[in-house]
């Protein structure tokens, strides 16, 4: 049940699960029966349903796979069923419940949307200082994201923030570690002869950064975010340590100068 989730939310919101059970019953307590005469409609929702239990959630550098496929999982479930109630079932037990089961439904819907938009907005207020910090750094440097807590307690999300500043290099045409440029189906790629020290998975393990290591020096910004202390050996090696220029919500921006 809680990979059904997937479909209105993450993996967390218990609270939506109410919300799911409603809408798989639905159907079925206004009498729609999946058809027998329509058995290809039922192809697509056991190739989603295969996916969610057999697919891992990470292959191929890739996360979140099988949670991907949700989004089809409760139109693919719909499509199963015929457009009317069989002959049997078209009684007066039918014709109450598909009175009130409708709006159940559109009632779950608009709870389901109304959630999701109070999280966005409260998102938008939790991100908005970080976005106007990086509306204020000079376009086009090369910044690094070290995020030692990726979560976003408006969102309900405890990843949304890993990769999140990458947003500097989509509006500042800036460039940015970690870079999707490292995986094939990208338009643009990195030639193997320059690929960045910081490979694909360090953006989780930001505690591994070591400046010579990692080539610090070539970084102009670095988007660093933790509720507690930093680390204090963060920038050891640096002729000299980068220094903060804002800090909010969790984030401190650091930029390197010049040595006095």
């Not at 949700?70 to 693919?76: E, G, K, Q, S, Y």
């Not at 070290?146 to 969102?155: C, D, E, I, M, W």
């Amino acid at each position: 049940m809680k990979a059904r989730l997937f479909s209105v939310g993450e993996h967390e919101n218990l609270e939506l699960l109410p919300a799911v059970a409603v809408l798989f019953a639905a159907p079925w307590l206004m009498g729609l029966r999946p058809s027998r005469a329509r058995i290809g409609a039922c192809i697509p929702f056991a190739l989603v349903a295969s996916i969610m239990m057999l697919m891992p959630s990470f292959a191929l550098n890739t996360a979140f796979l099988y949670e991907r496929f949700a989004l089809f999982l409760l139109p693919a479930y719909a499509w199963m069923f015929a457009a009317v109630p069989t002959p049997e079932l078209r009684g007066p037990a039918w014709r109450r419940g598909a009175r009130w089961v409708m709006p159940v439904v559109m009632a779950c819907c608009w709870a389901v949307l109304a959630v999701h938009a109070v999280r966005a907005w409260r998102f938008g207020q939790e991100a908005g200082g970080f976005d106007a910090a990086v509306d204020r750094l000079e376009p086009r440097q090369r910044a690094l994201m070290l995020v030692f807590n990726g979560s976003s307690y408006a969102a309900h999300n405890p990843f949304l923030y890993i990769q999140y500043g990458a947003w500097y290099q989509a509006e500042r045409e800036g460039m940015m570690d970690f870079n999707f440029a490292w995986f094939p189906p990208q338009i643009v790629r990195f030639r193997p002869q320059h690929v960045p020290p910081w490979h694909p998975g360090l953006e989780w393990k930001p505690a591994r950064f070591d400046w010579t290591t990692y080539h610090g020096a070539n970084y102009r910004y670095f988007f660093v975010r933790n509720f507690g202390p930093l680390p204090a050996n963060l920038f050891r090696g640096a002729d000299c340590a980068p220094a903060p220029i804002w800090s909010g919500d969790g984030w401190t921006i650091f930029e390197r100068r010049a040595c006095p």
